[in-house]
């Protein structure tokens, strides 16, 4: 996966746009789906205490309401206007994956291992445009140290190493 430039307004737009009509899907979607299953199948009398057994019919309906959400949206990434918002939502996945063997990664560093270096250039790049995004302005103080530090030991290698060399492949070899 490349970094791409991501328009930071536009980003913001889409992902703001794309998780209110979800949710608002979702609750719109959940209550007509329940509504009919209670319709449909479910107990019309109330027992004494006021219940009339149909939770398990809402519970349903708020799955198939979140099964119908997601496939729409799983049929939408590929659009244009879905373009930014699927790519920081994958390069959060992948950063999610190099977070989960960043130890080893940083062993295989500290032995000079060139591979290590291209994962860590990625993940660190990475990390900054996702909390740039994102406005994450508390932490991406620590990551520009950490590339900081990162440069200076490819430096000192005198090796040539970029973002743009990442393949996910590459963890496999960690």
């Known amino acids: 996966m490349q970094l791409m430039h991501i328009d930071k307004r536009t980003y913001r737009k889409n992902t703001n746009i794309v998780i209110s009509s979800f949710i608002a899907s979702l609750a719109i979607l959940s209550l007509v789906f329940g509504a009919l299953l209670i319709h449909f199948l479910g107990a019309t009398a109330a027992t004494p205490d006021g219940s009339t057994g149909n939770f398990h019919l809402n519970v349903i309906g708020v799955m198939m309401a979140i099964v119908l959400c997601s496939g729409v949206l799983h049929s939408q990434k590929q659009k244009p206007y879905m373009r930014e918002v699927y790519y920081v939502w994958r390069l959060k996945q992948l950063n999610n994956q190099i977070y989960r063997k960043l ?72």
Not at 142 to 156: F, G, P, S, W
Request: aromatic share 8%.
């Open 103 to 174: 130890a080893k990664i940083k062993l295989a560093a500290d032995s000079n291992d060139r591979n290590a270096f291209i994962i860590l250039s990625f993940y660190f790049s990475s990390l900054k445009q996702v909390y740039s995004l994102d406005d994450n302005t508390l932490t991406i103080s620590t990551v520009e140290k950490d590339i900081a530090q990162l440069n200076a030991r490819i430096a000192e290698l005198d090796i040539s190493v970029s973002p743009e060399q990442f393949e996910p492949e590459l963890l496999d070899s960690i």
